[in-house]
């Protein structure tokens, strides 16, 4: 895999993103926001929720670490990239492919209590930093680069694969939230 190509991969992905929550959800009132399709489902809102508490733990780390780092590179120089072991366990694990379903961690679970409204433009404004942050990230090599994971400090994922991660992650939400958008009880607008 090559980070420039990758790279432009991930932009394209989060525009998509974006995108399908502009047409999708920005429209729908807050019942529908909230609306579960059995007790112990999440809503769209929840979906939404889960992925701005996880991802806002990685971008501010990919943030520290750009700003620690300063501008390496004049001009971003590509690179062969490839995931090692930690990076591969946890996009497997995130992947919207991946039919087993995982937990997520009790901190990453979303509060019961949630305005609509806010948590769909934390997520916007999350998704839009993370494509600046994108954008700053290949100027560093995405091999040697690591990040602390949720998992602790003492258990570090490379760069691209925390990129990797958080596109697939949102991409797994995404799709989940659009299938309670597509359950037949959906409710209407009212």
């Not at 780390?61 to 300063?70: F, T, V, Y």
């Not at 694990?93 to 769909?120: G, Y």
């Amino acid at each position: 895999m090559h980070k420039l190509e990758t790279a432009r991969e991930l932009q394209h992905r989060l525009q998509t993103v974006l995108t399908t929550v502009e047409r999708e959800f920005s429209l729908l009132n807050d019942n529908q926001l909230n609306w579960k399709q059995a007790p112990g489902r999440w809503s769209i809102t929840e979906c939404l929720q889960h992925l701005n508490l996880a991802e806002r733990y990685y971008i501010r780390n990919i943030q520290k670490k750009a700003d620690d780092l300063g501008l390496i590179q004049t001009a971003p120089v590509d690179q062969e990239f490839t995931s090692d072991w930690v990076g591969r366990a946890m996009l497997y694990i995130v992947d919207p492919k991946t039919k087993m379903k995982f937990p997520a961690p009790p901190m990453m679970r979303p509060r019961k209590d949630l305005e609509p409204r806010p948590v769909m433009t934390q997520f916007v404004e999350l998704q839009q930093l993370l494509r600046e942050l994108l954008d700053r990230a290949i100027y560093y090599d995405w091999n040697t680069t690591k990040l602390p994971t949720l998992f602790g400090n003492w258990l570090k994922v490379r760069l691209g694969d925390a990129l990797l991660m958080l596109v697939a992650h949102t991409e797994r939400h995404m799709a989940q939230a659009m299938r309670v958008k597509a359950d037949p009880a959906f409710p209407g607008f009212n």
